[in-house]
């Protein structure tokens, strides 16, 4: 690597010019573009970033854990969530460190848990007992899932209570409502819209039988709110 050409090093691993970032890996030199950070030599896959006149940042590493690691953490906490209470399954069971790696945290089984996607989206990179302390009033400081589930509408509500304005905490509310809230708030409208729609068929084409098709209007949609209800169930909706 011309030094002259690109600049000081400052160590032996890695140095910066002009913003982007050169890693050498077994005397390997990998440049990467920012515009689209792609990895010119394809056998070394690493995650790099742009950096601006500062010092380059050390790749990151995924942590992976087997399937019977998975199981064996799930099976420690009865396939239950540690804050929620929700029933784990292989759709939704993530493990989660406590004391997040990005911060010092280890991999040892000690410093695991098995979450809900929910929950561990909820937690992101603050550590457990940090976590605990924010919901104290409802997940507790006992470190083992809840007696009993915790819905996550309500969950959802808590993180999102503020001194805003009732106006912005509404379109909060709206924005950020859960799947199950969705289709809840979306019921009525077969129910008050098929009924409708029927009623102006019968008024205008059949005169003489204006209630019973009204009357099959009301019944269809309830039956077809109902057949929505059922099938966000069946799915799994309300349980994310």
Known sequence: ???????????????????????????????????????????????????????????????????????????????????????????????????????????????????????NIRKGNHTDDEFRERYWDLIGGVKRPPPQTIPQSYFDEIMRSTD???????????????????VERALPIPLLAWPVVFLLIGAYMFESFAVQVTMFGIVFGIAFAAGLWFRARHIGIFEE
């Open 1 to 119: 690597m011309d030094d002259e050409l690109y600049g000081k090093r400052r160590d032996d691993s890695k140095i910066t010019f002009l913003g982007y970032v050169l890693i050498v890996v077994q005397a390997i030199w990998v440049a990467v573009r920012w515009t689209s950070l792609k990895v010119l030599d394809i056998s070394l896959w690493l995650i790099l970033s742009f950096t601006e006149n500062q010092r380059a940042v050390r790749p990151t590493i995924r942590v992976t854990f087997s399937k019977d690691q998975r199981a064996a953490i799930a099976r420690s906490q009865r396939y239950k969530c540690m804050y929620c209470g929700v029933r784990l399954t292989s759709d939704n069971l993530q493990i989660d460190h406590m004391d997040p790696v990005s911060r010092g945290g280890s991999n040892d089984d000690g410093n695991l848990q098995a979450l809900c996607r929910r929950c």
């Open 164 to 182: 805003a304005h009732e106006g912005v905490q509404e379109a909060n509310r709206n924005r950020h409502a859960t799947p199950k809230q969705r």
